[in-house]
């Protein structure tokens, strides 16, 4: 098993800055790439941001390029997700996802996860 711990949400204005981190615990070593999905008042989950532990590069939604940044402290089996010049439309709950698939096409946005997070509120003021 896996566990999974998200922190750092809250309310921000718009073109400020927040920072999530997800500290992983358990068997982590069985996992391979983590992803970064948020989730909308009506709207369906989405794929924010995703990378390998290994390194090898990283994919992020269209709508968050040039924004937010994923990256990991491997030594503290933590992830994060560095979010710059927020808007009133990234406003969602944030959910760190682990999966232990050796996904092996450079592509992350059709990966499998086995583990969540709790969730974490990120909301930005107009």
């Known amino acids: 098993q896996v566990q999974l711990v998200e922190s750092g949400g809250g309310l921000v204005q718009a073109g400020g800055s927040l920072k999530l981190s997800c500290a992983a615990s358990?068997?982590?070593?069985?996992?391979?790439?983590m992803g970064w999905f948020r989730q909308a008042p009506g709207k369906e989950r989405e794929l924010v941001a995703a990378?390998?532990?290994?390194?090898?590069?990283?994919d992020y939604a269209d709508s968050v390029k040039d924004r937010f940044t994923i990256s990991t402290d491997n030594a503290k089996n933590t992830v994060y997700l560095q979010m710059n010049s927020l808007k009133p439309e990234d406003t969602a709950v944030y959910y760190c996802?682990?999966?232990?698939?050796?996904?092996?096409?450079?592509?992350?946005?059709?990966?499998?996860?086995?583990?969540w997070g709790q969730g974490a509120q990120v909301t930005v003021s107009s």
């Open positions: 358990g068997r982590v070593f069985s996992t391979y790439i």
């Open positions: 996802a682990a999966s232990q698939y050796n996904w092996r096409s450079p592509s992350l946005g059709s990966v499998p996860y086995n583990y």
């Open positions: 990378l390998r532990w290994s390194g090898g590069g990283t």
